[in-house]
């Protein structure tokens, strides 16, 4: 279609054509503040997928891979058929080379102990220091499923076939 050309089609936001949108009820997480000091996980934005999780302590992180496990000061009930994926924070990535290991790190619904995450610094010079309440990953809620594993003597064929590491190219 030609620039400045109209398709015959006049879109309507949301909300505008009668009926309000549709927005999902916030997921209910319960969390125990185990350090009544810092704040719980809270999203920086509207619409945003990744609450920030802080850190309960101070830690050095040694260049060239230096790591640590650094507590949150939470520990949260996921509801059944849901689960917890910890994300890095981009910000802590581009700028300093500190991400995590283990990513996304999974937290089953069951679990009731502690948020920890588990920090490298892949920056080949210089330490990164992690001070008390700084942001240090994001925590996204998801429904997962569970599957039923079912032996069979065969697999039903696909395009993709056995394909694996490097199959499609560069």
């Not at 400045?4 to 009668?18: I, N, W």
């Not at 809270?42 to 830690?59: E, K, M, N, Q, T």
């Amino acid at each position: 279609m030609a620039p400045g050309a109209h398709s015959g089609v006049d879109l309507v936001p949301a909300g505008e054509c009668g009926r309000a949108p549709v927005v999902p009820a916030p997921l209910t997480v319960t969390v125990v503040r185990l350090d009544p000091d810092l704040p719980l996980p809270g999203y920086a934005r509207s619409g945003d997928a990744g609450a920030d999780l802080v850190a309960r302590i101070d830690v050095i992180l040694a260049p060239r891979g230096g790591r640590a496990l650094v507590p949150t000061g939470i520990a949260l009930a996921i509801p059944d058929g849901h689960a917890g994926f910890v994300q890095p924070r981009s910000g802590l990535a581009l700028r300093h080379g500190v991400t995590c290991l283990n990513t996304p790190g999974l937290i089953d619904s069951g679990y009731r102990d502690e948020i920890a995450v588990l920090l490298i610094n892949t920056d080949p010079d210089v330490a990164y220091e992690v001070h008390r309440g700084d942001r240090i990953a994001q925590l996204v809620i998801q429904r997962v499923e569970t599957a039923d594993f079912v032996e069979v003597d065969r697999l039903p064929d696909s395009d993709r076939g056995l394909g694996g590491f490097g199959s499609t190219g560069r």
